[in-house]
């Protein structure tokens, strides 16, 4: 049997981990075999990960997590370090969006969504950096794997979510810095640009919306994704038989960026 997939027994921190995307990842990377730390700032969806996790075994648990927050970030990879002893991969999913009229954004909107997407994905970056740093490699020479969730506006424009793309946007420059930096610590740094798939985040901005009809129509595949359809790639990513792939950052949608005219 072809192994290098494999993810079994690597402790995964998933951000972001108990609802849309980061649900999706957290859920499958233990029904892969991973054991997962899911983390959030809502109490009560942290209680209900634990529960879901629950049904893969034993091996699982969640943690309160705000990644705009150093000391938060902090303790989060301290209780998963302190229950299983290392952090090996880490899929930062955490993030916000808002629509609204560039001219009529307040400057204090934009920073915080600034804040969460785009310095919460170095703050949590820069963590798992410093735990993965000490760790002792495996076959590989690799200390650890980290998994940012950019999107489709990170490389076009979508109309009135200026902070939004602005700060995915950043994602990748962090994927290409740190991926260029951290190499020689044993750490790759990835990316996953969803397409459009319908989250608790955007599920208002696209669902019966002219808007999501044209992004549909857009899409070659004709419909939008659904979140389990980005499992596959993060576990690619995490796995060994990525070992060598590093700084790059995998589009899963649908092919929409490919399409120019479609008729």
């Given amino acids: 049997m ?14 972001g981990g108990t609802s849309g995307i980061g649900r999706a990842i957290a859920l499958g990377c233990a029904e892969a075999g991973a054991k997962v730390v899911a983390g959030s700032t809502n109490p009560d969806k942290v209680a209900a990960i634990k529960k ?22 902090k303790a989060a990879f301290e209780f998963a370090v302190k229950k299983y002893g290392r952090v090996d991969a880490v899929v930062n999913s955490a993030g916000v969006i808002k629509r609204q009229p560039s001219l009529d954004m307040p400057v204090e909107e934009f920073r915080r969504i600034v804040d969460v997407n785009l310095t919460g994905t170095f703050i949590v970056n820069q963590a798992a950096g410093r735990v993965m740093k000490g760790q002792t490699p495996d076959a590989h020479g690799e200390r650890g794997s980290i998994v940012n969730i950019a999107s489709l506006n990170s490389y076009i424009s979508l109309t009135e979510v200026l902070a939004y793309a602005s700060s995915k946007s950043g994602v990748l420059g962090i994927i290409r810095g740190l991926a260029n930096e951290w190499a020689q610590y044993g750490i790759r740094v990835n990316g996953i640009a969803p397409g459009v798939f319908p989250t608790d985040l955007n ?3 696209i669902e019966g919306t002219p808007r999501g009809e044209f992004l549909k129509a857009h899409t070659p595949a004709g419909r939008f994704g659904k979140a389990e ?11 060994p038989a ?22």
């Fill in 2 to 15: 072809y192994t290098p997939f494999s993810i079994t027994n690597k402790i995964v921190l998933v951000t």
């Fill in 229 to 239: 359809e980005l499992v596959g790639a993060a576990i690619y990513l995490m796995s």
């Fill in 242 to 263: 990525a070992s060598y792939t590093n700084g790059h950052t995998i589009i899963v949608d649908g092919g929409f960026i490919t399409r120019g005219v479609g008729v």
């Fill in 203 to 205: 599920r208002k901005l």
């Fill in 52 to 73: 879901e996790l629950a049904a893969f075994g034993k091996d699982h648990d969640a943690t309160p997590m705000n990644v705009a927050d150093e000391a938060s970030v």
